[in-house]
């Protein structure tokens, strides 16, 4: 079975230059999560999504980030404009929602570099 | 004050060595707690989960102290592989899962 898919793996753009990063859950999981990891201050959660639904975005950083599910195939994470410490590696997971497993399936990262 | 906290390290231990990892949280509404070994430049992974009556895999155990709100991971006889970071997770409240800044284990030759 196919894992979670994301894309771009790695993207390097200029300071105020807009963002794209996708995301492909594993069919069938109800929730998926956006994360950021950086060394600084290590893997922070944006949002998450229940059956497509925006339930908590409380850890998107400012306006300039913005994230939306329009169906239970696809989700996108933009930043515009995108800025110097936006870099970081962004992680998609998906879980079934099911029992509360705790167990999210990871995909391998998105590594964006603003410069 | 960070809801989940972990010691960065590094840990340098030997092959073969027994090291202990804990991990403090602030949010006492907690429900589950878990591990999570990720490699460099790859993806976090499921280790274990942790229970409160303490859980084993091999090499590896897990243990939740809920009166002090910490929980450990403790491997036994290191081994080369075992090298990565791991991070100690906490399922708050609605659905989040939030995570520890990871502790670093180097196991050397």
């Known amino acids: 079975d196919a894992g979670v898919i994301q894309s771009p793996r790695h993207e390097v753009t200029e300071m105020g230059q807009e963002v794209t990063l996708r995301c492909k859950p594993i069919?069938?999981?109800?929730?998926l999560f956006w994360y950021r990891q950086t060394m600084m201050r290590g893997l922070e959660l944006l949002i998450y999504?229940?059956?497509?639904?925006?339930?908590?975005d409380s850890g998107m950083p400012e306006d300039r980030f913005s994230a939306k599910m329009p169906n239970a195939s696809f989700s996108t994470l933009k930043i515009q404009p995108s800025e110097p410490r936006d870099s970081a590696v962004y992680f998609c997971?998906?879980?079934?929602?099911?029992?509360?497993?705790?167990?999210?399936?990871f995909g391998e990262g998105s590594r964006l570099t603003v410069l | 004050r960070k809801e989940v906290e972990q010691d960065p390290g590094p840990f340098n231990v030997p092959e073969g060595a027994t090291v202990a990892f804990n991990c403090t949280y602030s949010?006492?509404?907690?429900?589950?707690f878990f591990w999570y070994r990720q490699d460099c430049r790859k993806e976090p992974k499921l280790l274990m989960s942790?229970?409160?009556s303490g859980n084993e895999d091999g090499r590896f155990t897990a243990q939740l102290n809920r009166a002090s709100q910490y929980i450990s991971l403790l491997i036994r006889d290191s081994k080369l592989s075992d090298s990565a970071t791991y991070l100690c997770?906490?399922?708050?409240?609605?659905?989040?899962?939030?995570f520890g800044a990871g502790t670093i284990l180097r196991v050397k030759s």
């Open positions: 997971a998906s879980r079934p929602g099911t029992l509360n497993t705790g167990e999210l399936f």
């Open positions: 069919s069938g999981h109800d929730y």
């Open positions: 999504f229940n059956n497509n639904v925006p339930i908590d």
């Open positions: 949010n006492s509404a907690s429900q589950s």
């Open positions: 942790v229970y409160s």
């Open positions: 997770s906490a399922h708050g409240y609605g659905n989040k899962l939030v």
